[in-house]
């Protein structure tokens, strides 16, 4: 798709939300199940990111020979990287992966390298600018309004627990699938826990190593990709070096 179409169907798709948001506001009753889908569907589709990695044919060959996964990871706040987002075996000279801003909220007992992140408590679907409570009892409560419009707030009424994040995602075979993104490498105590998603990805290829894996060290010759004020990027990894395409 040519630079010009593509501005043109992120247009299309800013216009379909601003028309969706103004009949809202003008509407006497409450929007029909088939209403709110449309509003659901065209906001999703103006948000959605892409991140398209092309991988040269000699390096295909040698990534494939060597087990080599193609990985994904998600920045939130300022914190390290920590969780392999997705990871794909069966990836091709051609990816897409995208996502849109859909959150699952979780808490977890441990953080630890090398090992697949299982969620300790309930999972909860939250949004940005919204918080849930973690009870007394450990069990977190149904998403409401709540903190900064960019940030998720966990209220922690528990006591110590790692909170977790996990963000849809559609992967190389256009599955979509919920899986995280970040643990608190430290556990938090009682009161308010702030996160901030951020729209920046790091991408790499690596052995051994399944979706969900907390790590805790940097990933050899990964790439870091921006899309907080885009929303498509591409990338060519070409003689064992990533370059902007």
Known sequence: MSKSSAASNQQALHDDVQAAVKSLLAAPTALKTTDYSKVLTSTLAATQKTVSIQIDSADLTTLKQN?????????????????????????????????????????????????????????VNIGLGQQSTLDSSGLLGAAVSGGAD???????????????????STGLDGA????????????????QVTLKPVETILVWFEQNVQTS??????????IEVDLTNVNSAARLYVGGVWKTV
């Open 176 to 191: 979509q699938v919920s899986t995280p993104i970040y643990v608190a490498t430290n556990q938090v105590v009682t009161g």
């Open 67 to 123: 087990g080599y996964k193609l990985c994904f990871a998600k920045k939130v706040g300022t914190e390290a990287y920590n969780v392999v987002w997705q990871s794909y075996v069966q990836y091709l000279s051609f990816n897409d992966f995208s996502w849109t801003p859909q959150y699952q909220l979780f808490g977890t007992n441990q953080f630890q390298a090398n090992v697949q992140v299982r969620a300790s408590t309930n999972t």
């Open 213 to 222: 894996t907390m790590f805790s060290t940097s990933r050899s010759n990964a």
């Open 150 to 168: 960019t940030d998720i707030t966990l209220v922690n009424n528990y006591g110590a627990i790692h909170p977790g994040i996990n963000q849809l």
